[in-house]
């Protein structure tokens, strides 16, 4: 049997097991929730012991009778005049000559005391013995809710509790694996999230449901048989005030006040009926903001009493809580589930409310509006619209799995405008560029602007999202102005259009339209759902523009998805730009925490569109950190083939590029952001502020030694960017004109370029830029001979990115110190020493570096690295790369 997510434990316990002939026995505690998987981790233990097995479980009723557990280990015990005597039998019984015993207790809890401190007695003063103890505790659950029991008494003497802890959607999804049935993220997550991630519950559903179960996206599942079984129990012996207080808040199913679920039940004296329901465990108070609300103990139990309920009854309480409910679309929810069948007048109910809430960005509310309006009409035709607004709705709260669940069904109905429109705006989201092109334009071909103004604007308000993806600022714009001819500028596809229009004239160098854009659209635009997609437009403008204190404010903002429905698709957009300007800002931990979070949402939502670009900052970190086991997986993750939209291909590309620098790997540079000067980058790409790769290009192509290509490569950018006026391009552009500079001798240049790159980083806040820059201003002096001056200027650059935890720019600080031997001690050396720019030299080579890849790392020339390394050999009297290997400590740390 597949054991998912404790090989930890399993190898703490062997550890101690094979160690016992040597260190002596120990006493283990193995604690968690009943079905956490207890038992079969102590199963796995005893499947792989060597030495003898000795095996007793403890039963509750036997916990008075001293030394009863005890004696299933010991048959032949008799008991001593003191503890001592006792614990030193059982020790001598335990031990063996051969391979030491494993000793386990399962459900050590039920043991008696007496029993459980002959054992740690045993354990602790007979260094001699060898044996293991393994005691198994459970800590009570049902229904996933958990209480913890106090310790028990022999905890205090135990060497390690370890305790076993609920499984993550991650490990969900292995288990499944595991069992012949794969699920997809979200379907893990929901299956997690229904079982509390207890093992037990898990594998009971997989094994027992249908196996089209699992093909949807968020079915509604059972109670497991325990659960069920327990929660039937409970409900039995309740009095019928308190079940039917538990019935009211499960049907309820938000977490409510006693006031509520009192208003739909009438238990009479509600306070004792929820004493008796919490007892029972049937319910549970949580504090929200200093209120006390009711829940059921997780969603198993809840499933478990809407079953026991059956429909009638069912029925009975959703018209209830139809008519006690104050919110809206709550109401409508309890009248269609309390008479599902096909009702014109609260279909249409639910459809107007579902416009309005649309309206105000609330995607996902309307989504589940439209479902239950789909579901409650007749008309086939009508039927099938409210549907096909129901999948575009759940696409616009960014629930990509739950929509692409629907594409065969909305595939099969006669071909509209809005239906081409809603396949067109999933393939967006799914990263889809040559589908959705095909799909929009099929669209904005049937639609007739003219009878169906609305629908045309939808369609104009998708292509917008088409060519943002695009990074086409100028077909961006085209369509969102469309959107407001069409429809007006309150419409909602209007309103959502513009929202991001302002990208579009930004990305086209038309920055004063751009705030003025989202100054109009903010003024229209003061709650509700749609201000979480002005503000992530605003912080992303921000980020680029410079202005950076600004940017994190507004994407912070924009990352919560509890804008009154709020869109996932907009909070990643959010989470992928502030996770890059926490990296400009240099707060790489909430960078790398921040692209964590939206990488598993993403792929939770199937959002597949924004993966790269939060892989790019995960990637880039990683790499600066010298962790590159994790670098090559996440580059890999983040990878996008050439027909994906720009905005996953440029990504990909700086990610690459970032890796291929941080390993000295120029050639590999210039390979990964080539694709970025061909022609369908030109534009957008290029803008400063957006996508910054223009230095590092340039930088590469200076130590590549194409000077000609660097000038004329740099002067296109520069231009740019001084029309712009674009502070940290002209900045980070500057650095790599110093470098270029400083190759063909021009040290003055070099200098005044370095110097005014600083400048105008001085009043910004990104400490990574800043960092770049002293590093090569460092190297390009110390290549002209200025050591001294440029041993200060690294010392600088090394400060800075140590701490950013750039380690591996704070090793190549460090060669370069070395290199520069300003600070070298020179007396007492011979003529067989090496001298400082010789020991880097050969730390490199030693490392496995080739020449040209030391003198891309040394900004030295190829030339300069063969001389000294020829002096290195005969200073050491070897022959050989391999012999210098050999002899010398690999002092870098390299891939």
């Known amino acids: 049997m597949t054991i998912v997510a404790r090989d930890n434990v399993l190898a703490g316990l062997s550890r101690r097991l094979e160690q016992a002939g040597s260190h002596g026995p120990s006493l283990l505690v193995v604690s968690g929730v009943a079905g956490v998987g207890r038992t079969a981790v102590l199963d796995r233990l005893a499947a792989g012991a060597s030495g003898r097995v000795l095996r007793a479980r403890a039963v509750s009723w036997e916990s008075c009778e001293p030394y009863s557990l005890v004696r299933l280990l010991v048959p032949d015990l008799t008991p001593g005049v003191s503890a001592f005597d006792t614990a030193a039998f059982v020790a001598q019984s335990l031990s063996g000559a051969g391979e030491p015993a494993l000793v386990l207790v399962d459900d050590a809890q039920h043991a008696d005391p007496e029993s459980l401190r002959a054992l740690a007695t045993a354990a602790r003063h007979h260094p001699e013995g060898r044996f293991v103890v393994v005691l198994d505790r459970c800590t009570p659950a049902w229904g996933g809710a958990t209480h913890r029991h106090r310790p028990m008494e022999v905890e205090a003497a135990a060497d390690e509790v370890l305790e076993l802890q609920p499984l993550t959607p991650a490990e969900v999804g292995e288990v499944a694996a595991s069992r012949g049935t794969p699920l997809h993220a979200a379907l893990a997550e929901h299956l997690c999230r229904h079982t509390g991630g207890i093992p037990r519950h898990i ?172 579901r409650v009409t007749s008309e086939p035709g009508l039927r099938e619209g409210r549907l096909v607004r129901a999948v575009d709705a759940l696409v616009g709260a960014g629930d990509v799995s739950s929509a692409a669940s629907h594409i065969a069904e909305v595939e099969s109905l006669r071909e509209t405008p809005m239906r081409n429109a809603v396949l067109g705006y999933l393939a967006i989201l799914r990263g889809r560029p040559l589908e959705a092109e095909t799909r929009l334009g099929r669209a904005w071909q049937l639609v007739n602007a003219g009878r169906d103004p609305e629908v045309a604007a939808l369609i104009c308000q998708r292509h917008v999202l088409h060519h943002l993806a695009r990074c086409d600022g100028d077909s961006l714009v085209r369509w969102a102005d469309r959107a407001v001819e069409l429809a007006g500028p309150d419409s909602p596809a209007a309103v959502e259009s513009w929202a991001i229009r302002g990208l579009g004239l930004a990305s086209t160098g038309r920055m004063a339209e751009a705030f003025e854009s989202y100054q109009a659209v903010a003024g229209r635009v003061s709650h509700g759902a749609v201000v979480q997609r002005v503000q992530m437009g605003c912080g992303w403008l921000h980020l680029a523009t410079d202005d950076i204190d600004l940017a994190l404010a507004e994407l912070e903002t924009a990352v919560p998805t509890d804008f009154l429905g709020g869109s996932t698709r907009i909070s990643l957009w959010a989470h992928a730009w502030l996770a890059r300007t926490y990296f400009a800002t240099g707060d790489w931990d909430a960078a790398l925490r921040t692209a964590h979070a939206a990488i598993a949402l993403a792929a939770r939502t199937g959002t597949t569109l924004l993966v790269p670009l939060l892989r790019w900052t995960l990637t880039q970190v990683q790499a600066l950190r010298g962790d590159w086991a994790a670098a090559e997986d996440s580059l890999r993750a983040g990878d996008a083939p050439a027909n994906s939209y720009a905005v996953m291909r440029v990504p990909a590309c700086l990610a690459r590029a970032a890796v291929a620098e941080a390993r000295a790997d120029y050639d590999g540079v210039l390979r990964a952001l080539a694709p970025l000067t061909q022609p369908w980058a030109k534009g957008d790409v290029e803008e400063p502020g957006f996508w910054p790769w223009p230095d590092v290009y340039a930088n590469a192509l200076v130590i590549k030694g194409r000077y000609a290509e660097a000038e004329a490569f740099l002067s296109d950018h520069e231009r740019r960017a001084q029309v712009r006026d674009h502070r940290s391009a002209q900045a980070r552009l500057g650095y790599a004109r110093g470098r270029l500079h400083g190759a063909l001798g021009d040290i003055a240049g070099a200098r005044a370029s370095f110097e005014g790159a600083l400048e105008l980083l001085e009043p910004l806040p990104l400490a990574y830029d800043r960092a770049r820059v002293n590093f090569t201003y460092g190297q390009t002096l110390r290549r002209a001979g200025k050591r001294r001056e440029a041993d200060g200027i690294i010392a600088a650059a090394r400060e800075a990115y140590l701490s950013l935890g750039a380690e591996t720019y704070v090793r190549r600080c460090d060669r370069e110190l070395k290199a520069g031997g300003v600070h070298a001690v020179l007396t007492d050396r011979t003529a067989h020493s090496l001298t400082p720019q010789e020991e880097a030299v050969a730390d490199l080579i030693a490392a496995g570096m080739t020449n040209r890849e030391a003198a891309a790392e040394l900004f030295l020339s190829i030339k300069t690295v063969q001389f000294h390394l020829t002096r290195v050999y005969s200073k050491l009297g070897i022959r050989s790369r391999s012999e210098l290997a050999a002899t010398r400590p690999t002092l870098l740390d390299h891939e």
Do not use: Y
Not at 209 to 236: C, D, I
């Open 203 to 374: 594998v009971d559903l997989l094994d027992h449901l249908p196996r089209q179960t699992w093909t949807g996206n968020a079915p509604a599942l059972p109670a497991p048989g325990a659960v069920a079984a327990r929660t039937a129990e409970m409900l039995e012996a309740s009095s019928v005030a308190a079940r039917a207080l538990v019935e009211a808040v499960c049907i309820l199913q938000a977490p409510v006040t006693l006031a509520s679920a009192a208003a739909v039940a009438e238990p009479g004296d509600a306070v004792a009926a929820l004493d008796e329901a919490e007892r029972r465990g049937l319910l549970t108070l949580v504090d929200r903001l200093g209120a006390p609300l009711l829940q059921p103990p997780d969603p198993m139990v809840r499933a478990a009493v809407l079953a026991e309920m059956g429909p009638v009854r069912r029925s009975h309480m959703h018209r209830r809580a139809s008519a006690t409910v104050d919110d809206e679309v709550a109401a409508l929810v309890h009248s269609v589930a309390a008479s599902p069948l096909p009702d014109a007048g609260v279909a249409h109910r639910l459809d107007d409310l579902a416009t309005r809430r649309s309206a105000s960005g609330e995607w996902a509310t309307a989504a589940e509006l439209l479902t239950l309006a789909s």
